[in-house]
């Protein structure tokens, strides 16, 4: 059993940025797969991106470049940089961890969630 908690989420200003974290009790960040994914408004879960050891991915339309997923080992903690923040950002977002070997992009291969963040972008 892995629980999941976020923080890290607010209010902010178009072209700003946030930092989430995301602290996994009961495995290491070192040796799992996390996942962070948001969901706006009326819409689906969507895939932000995801990291197991030093290997990352991204969603590459609309995170890549803006976005850095990275992982502090000695805290036990993913984190989720975001920069250049666009109203079309604003969402509740999720870390997951997945069970499945190497990096889904996918909400079913994710087992355990966070109970998730608001991040609002003003314009």
């Known amino acids: 059993q892995v629980q999941l908690v976020e923080s890290g989420g607010g209010l902010v200003q178009a072209g700003g940025s946030l930092r989430l974290s995301c602290a996994p009790s009961g495995r290491a960040v070192s040796s799992i797969t996390v996942g962070w994914f948001r969901q706006a408004p009326g819409e689906g879960r969507e895939f932000v991106a995801a990291?197991?050891?030093?290997?990352?991915?991204y969603s590459e339309d609309s995170v890549k470049g803006r976005f850095t997923i990275s992982t502090d080992n000695a805290k036990n903690t993913v984190f989720l940089q975001m920069s250049s923040l666009k109203p079309d950002d604003t969402a509740v977002y999720y870390c997951?961890?997945?069970?499945?070997?190497?990096?889904?992009?996918?909400?079913?291969?994710?087992?355990?969630w966070g109970q998730g963040t608001q991040v609002t972008v003003s314009s």
């Open positions: 997951a961890v997945s069970g499945r070997i190497g990096l889904p992009n996918v909400e079913y291969e994710y087992e355990w």
């Open positions: 990291i197991k050891w030093a290997t990352t991915t």
